[in-house]
């Protein structure tokens, strides 16, 4: 089992940045593939991005490319999703995910979930 805990979600202005944080627990994290996702609503869950155990290899959707960071500290089983030049089409709730070993950008392929942390983006 792997516990999953989001941060860093709030209140901000087009253009503006935000950090997303996602502790995970219960399992060796270098053995975990972490994926950021969105849901906004009425709308599916999309992919945002995702990034393999040893944080080598990083992917991205095509809407928040150029935009957004995913990165990971395996010393801090932490994973992280910097978001700048936020524009009004991210506000979403945004949870991260986790699989064991290797990284995919399917929800359905994540048996791990967060909570999930709330991104508002206002004019």
């Known amino acids: 089992q792997v516990q999953l805990g989001e941060s860093g979600g709030g209140l901000v202005q087009a253009g503006g940045s935000l950090r997303l944080s996602c502790a995970a627990s219960?399992?060796?994290?270098?053995?975990?593939?972490m994926g950021w996702f969105r849901q906004a609503p009425g709308k599916e869950r999309e992919f945002v991005a995702a990034?393999?155990?040893?944080?080598?290899?990083?992917y991205y959707a095509d809407s928040v490319k150029g935009r957004f960071t995913i990165s990971r500290d395996n010393a801090k089983n932490a994973v992280y999703l910097q978001m700048n030049s936020l524009k009004r089409e991210d506000t979403a709730v945004y949870y991260c995910a986790a699989k064991i070993l290797v990284v995919s950008t399917t929800a359905e392929q994540y048996p791990y979930w967060g909570q999930g942390t709330q991104v508002t983006v206002s004019e």
């Open positions: 219960g399992r060796a994290f270098n053995t975990i593939a």
């Open positions: 990034v393999s155990r040893s944080g080598g290899d990083t």
